[in-house]
């Protein structure tokens, strides 16, 4: 049989948490920070248009062969770069040229969306998982826990993210996707660390969960259910902003010859390519090294976006 006065306290704390969905002098239901931010996102253009951009980007990376016919490791030495660009010939093989071994630079480009795509959001979840958890910990409990976590969070700090990265995948014989996820991931955790343990130290001193805490509430309710989609909403900022920047760390490692290798299609791996011919045979470097930047700036926009919509300063 349920225990009728923890029922009670938890419905006290949930009462005092939020708050009221009804005012007697109005209709509307009050919006959360979660709903004004959806509200004033829809109506940002820079929202939409980054939207589009990253949905159309995912279709790509998930059905590469809606988009072209072409194999992107099918050499043909006949092209070479002979073959320029027919920019006249939509979304056929020959559509931006070929490069170096007289490979569809158009397949290559679609098919190396997938890698970046999966990197950027691999290692973001990777860190907001691990860095958001750590974070959340020390910022809540304080105390030993929160100085052995900044003491951790300050060394990986003071590793170069680039060349640490380097240094943990010249380790590896094998560069698949996953070894690049997790070697970036293991180096880039620490600014959602930091992000988060700095919103839940302000969560925590708020009015409500110093009620919920009064009221008895345990400390997993109170960390799930009201420090955390307090404190989230900065760390999602950062997320969304980081994203573009860890598919274009992956490009650095790959054109330096330290990440993703052949035969992974890269954006990267084709920018090197392309760079050894960039006098006489620019496309073969602009057409991969356009893509890249595309991705990278519709996902800073989106970040700018959301960061706009959840900060009340900035409405």
């Not at 009670?8 to 509307?28: F, I, L, N, Q």
């Not at 009050?30 to 931010?37: C, F």
């Not at 084709?270 to 356009?290: C, Q, T």
Request: charged letters at 15%; aromatic letters at 10%.
């Amino acid at each position: 049989m349920p225990d009728v006065t923890e029922t009670k306290t938890e419905a006290a704390v949930d009462a005092v948490a939020a708050p009221s969905a009804t005012d007697g002098k109005s209709k509307e239901k009050p919006r959360s920070l979660w709903g004004d931010a959806w509200f004033d996102l829809r109506h940002r253009p820079m929202f939409w248009i980054s939207s589009i951009l990253l949905l159309l980007l995912l279709v790509v990376a998930a059905f590469p062969g809606l988009f072209t016919g072409a194999d992107p490791r099918d050499g043909d030495l006949t092209n070479h770069f002979l073959t320029k660009p027919e920019l006249g010939h939509l979304f056929q093989a020959d559509w931006f040229g070929y490069d170096g071994q007289g490979r569809s630079i158009y397949a290559r480009v679609i098919y190396g969306t997938r890698a970046s795509i999966l990197v950027g959001v691999g290692v973001t979840a990777a860190v907001t998982l691990v860095g958001g958890l750590l974070g959340m910990l020390a910022g809540y409990f304080g105390g030993w826990l929160d100085s052995v976590i900044s003491r951790v969070t300050d060394i990986f700090f003071g590793i170069p993210f680039l060349l640490g990265a380097m240094v943990v995948l010249n380790a590896f014989t094998e560069r698949k996707v996953y070894v690049v996820i997790l070697a970036l991931a293991f180096l880039g955790w620490t600014s959602i660390c930091r992000v988060m343990r700095a919103s839940v130290i302000t969560a925590k001193q708020a009015d409500y969960v110093t009620a919920a805490r009064a009221l008895g509430a345990g400390t997993t309710r109170i960390l799930f259910r009201h420090v955390l989609p307090n404190a989230l909403a900065p760390t999602i900022v950062v997320a969304t902003i980081a994203l573009g920047g860890y598919i274009s760390a992956e490009a650095t490692l790959s054109f330096l010859g330290l990440g993703l290798a052949d035969p992974t299609i890269s954006w990267g791996i084709d920018i090197a390519e392309g760079s050894k011919a960039i006098r006489d045979n620019p496309h073969a470097l602009l057409f991969p090294a356009g893509m890249l930047s595309l991705t990278v700036f519709a996902f800073i926009m989106l970040g700018d976006a959301v960061r706009d919509a959840l900060d009340p300063k900035l409405r």
